[in-house]
């Protein structure tokens, strides 16, 4: 595809359920971001993968959340026993990063989780 | 701790105004500054971007002001139109292969008919 693809588009799940949520980046982006974007509210950064270098797992909330990034493309958001406070839009960006710097990331559209 | 600080949170303009919104940032290794715009239930898109090796970029009705000294960069929306509500980001990183991008908490522009 053209744009970074997020899979599923809305998600409803019940409290103490595992969900993983799925994330699509442009062909040859070296980097991905995980965001989460609760309602009215900012963009909190919650993991970063450059290449093969380690990811960035500082803005993971708790051990619940875990994510992955097989073969430097597809990559895989998991958040155990989710809580209510999971709630949330979950946005994947992609960017494609180069010697001269950084360039444009590009956002899905999101994937809406809904924990009732 | 914030590393790129956003104000105001929210910001109401008429047709025509001038929507300016601000951000200020600490670490002097950033060097790539875009903003963002978002639409309800969209993901974020670039708006307009800047490097420190020039205090402004203009692209259409939009400009970047950037003082590198006093650490600021700022977006000025001129002759607003409603079509231009939505909410805005800022952010900044460095370019180095391990660099991320580092949000402000984000405005939301509304502008009046």
């Known amino acids: 595809g053209a744009g970074v693809s997020q899979s599923p588009s809305n998600k409803v799940t019940e409290k103490g359920k595992d969900v993983e949520l799925r994330c699509d980046p442009i062909s040859g982006h070296t980097a991905l971001y995980w965001y989460r974007q609760s309602l009215g509210q900012g963009l909190e950064f919650l993991i970063y993968?450059?290449?093969?270098?380690?990811?960035?797992k500082s803005g993971l909330p708790s051990d619940r959340f875990s994510a992955e990034r097989t073969g430097g493309s597809v990559s895989t958001l998991t958040i155990q026993r989710t809580q209510q406070e999971d709630s949330a839009v979950y946005l994947c960006a992609s960017s494609l990063k180069s010697g001269a710097g950084n360039t444009e990331a590009f956002f899905g559209q999101g994937t809406r989780l809904t924990v009732v | 701790q914030q590393q790129v600080k956003q104000s105001p949170q929210s910001l109401i303009v008429q047709k025509g105004g001038i929507s300016i919104i601000n951000c200020a940032y600490e670490?002097?290794?950033?060097?790539?500054f875009p903003w963002y715009q978002q639409f309800p239930g969209k993901g974020p898109a670039l708006l307009i971007a800047?490097?420190?090796?020039?205090s402004e970029k203009k692209e259409g009705r939009f400009t970047i002001s950037f003082n590198k000294s006093a650490k600021q960069f700022s977006l000025h929306i001129m002759d607003s139109q409603p079509g231009d509500s939505a909410t805005y980001f800022c952010a900044a990183s460095r370019s180095s292969t391990l660099g991320r991008l580092y949000f402000g908490r984000g405005t939301q522009l509304t502008v009046w008919p």
């Open positions: 993968f450059q290449g093969n270098s380690a990811p960035d």
């Open positions: 800047i490097r420190p090796d020039v």
């Open positions: 670490n002097t290794a950033f060097d790539y």
